[in-house]
């Protein structure tokens, strides 16, 4: 993983398509799984693996 496969939950929705409310509703059922799809920083803040996030959407093994 590099810092530049990390993003926000805005970006990765402006990314995609998908809203935010989407993202956070797939983090919430377990989805997506913490450290898998997505990680949070010290600070709180949510970042999205992407490339893990996009292998889920494409229906592939993150």
Known sequence: MTYSDLVTIKKFAEL?????E???QYKKKGQW??????IKA????????????????EGKEA
């Open 16 to 20: 995609t398509g998908l809203s935010p």
């Open 33 to 38: 799984r913490e450290k898998i799809h997505w």
């Open 22 to 24: 989407a993202i956070r």
């Open 42 to 57: 010290p600070n709180g803040r949510v970042f999205i693996k992407m490339k893990a996030a996009y292998a889920w959407i």
